[in-house]
């Protein structure tokens, strides 16, 4: 009898248990008749804001929103720089991009993957408005040199924390260094809803204060608009989906990390196998499992071929998209980036994967070297 396949990532193990409160939540939000911008998006604001150890949160319709509406918000616009990693999902340049700020990107650190502080330094203009570190696959940047960076050039920080809910750097939690703090909620997400959302997480009021009236047409008020703002805030339905799994998250976040370290123990020396560092002053919630080799494509194609999913994190870098073809960045400009791109292969991962699965999983990894 043929073994029964491992999906790249799963969502049964997480949704079970919690699957009588998620109904009686939502049928909460459907009998309030109130569905907007109310009691149960008011109350998530305020316990993310508490888990990420900052005094205000304010929910928005996605990730990117979250971080374009971030950097507004920091007073980035035409003719500011702002630093971001060379190595990230496009979003990150899309939300530089809507503001009308320039794109400085910075390669990562070979080993984490994130944007190497070392990097950012030669990088810092007159121009230079703020640094955006993408806290990677899970693992916080170190963020102790950015900040110090930001401090000597009176640079803001704006955290993507996407990938790292529940992460923390010298036990900080992401998304409480910067003046504003931009996050996603997409399904995949270690916090993830159940379509799209996003928060911004600050302990800036007026940072706090500028989100809110942008998200809802640049209001102040009910139809005095001080903005020309957006139309993007996080509903009832998915505040009330996300206050319950926000109490979950640290157990899931304790289920990948032990997953992470049998990854580690049984791919160790395996082939040319690069496999994922923690920094180590960083708590790694692994968002993803990402190892490197020169073989990727092969192995993917192997693994498949065994009813095992992967995943490509991120195949095209940002400055090889088409969307950014105007910017004149040539193929070679950022080895690192493209090397990073051209080898990463994400393995299964997710709460409710079990150690057999993961055995399973490595042992392919193993029979194709």
Not at 116 to 136: D, N, Q, S
Request: charged content about 20%; proline content about 5%.
């Amino acid at each position: 009898m043929p073994e029964e396949s491992i999906p790249f990532l799963s969502l049964v193990s997480q949704h079970q248990p919690i699957g009588r409160e998620v109904e009686e939540a939502l049928m909460r939000v459907y009998t309030s008749h109130w569905y907007v911008l109310g009691h149960e998006v008011d109350a998530f604001e305020k316990e993310y804001a508490a888990h990420n150890g900052v005094n205000f949160c304010v929910g928005v319709g996605n990730g990117l929103d979250a971080l374009t509406i971030s950097l507004l918000a920091c007073g980035v616009g035409a003719g500011d720089e702002v630093i971001v990693p060379a190595h990230t999902y496009l979003a990150t340049w899309l939300a530089v991009s809507k503001t009308g700020a320039t794109l400085i990107p910075v390669e990562p650190d070979e080993f984490t993957c994130n944007v190497a502080p070392a990097g950012i330094e030669p990088r810092i203009t007159a121009r230079t408005k703020a640094i955006l570190p993408v806290h990677l696959y899970g693992q916080a940047c170190d963020m102790t040199a950015i900040a110090s960076l930001a401090d000597k050039y009176n640079l803001a920080i704006i955290e993507d924390n996407a990938q790292a809910h529940g992460s923390m750097w010298l036990k900080t939690k992401t998304g409480s260094w910067g003046k504003a703090n931009a996050t996603s909620f997409y399904p995949t997400k270690n916090l993830g809803a159940m379509g799209d959302g996003g928060a911004i997480t600050t302990d800036n009021e007026a940072v706090a204060r500028f989100a809110k009236q942008y998200r809802n047409y640049g209001f102040e008020v009910k139809n005095m608009a001080i903005h020309q703002g957006v139309n993007s805030r996080l509903d009832e339905l998915q505040a009330a989906v996300l206050r319950i799994k926000l109490r979950q998250l640290d157990l899931w976040n304790d289920q990948r990390r032990q997953l992470a370290v049998l990854y580690l123990e049984q791919l160790k020396d395996t082939g040319d196998i690069i496999l994922p560092l923690s920094d180590k002053e960083a708590y790694h919630v692994y968002h993803l499992f990402v190892i490197r080799t020169q073989h990727r494509d092969a192995l993917k194609a192997h693994l498949a071929k065994k009813g095992i999913e992967t995943m490509i994190h991120y195949p095209v870098p940002p400055h090889l998209q088409k969307c950014y073809e105007h910017l004149s960045f040539r193929k070679g400009e950022f080895p690192l980036t493209e090397k990073i791109a051209e080898t990463a292969l994400s393995l299964p991962l997710w709460p409710g994967m079990t150690p057999s699965q993961v055995a399973r999983v490595c042992d392919a990894v193993r029979s194709f070297f």
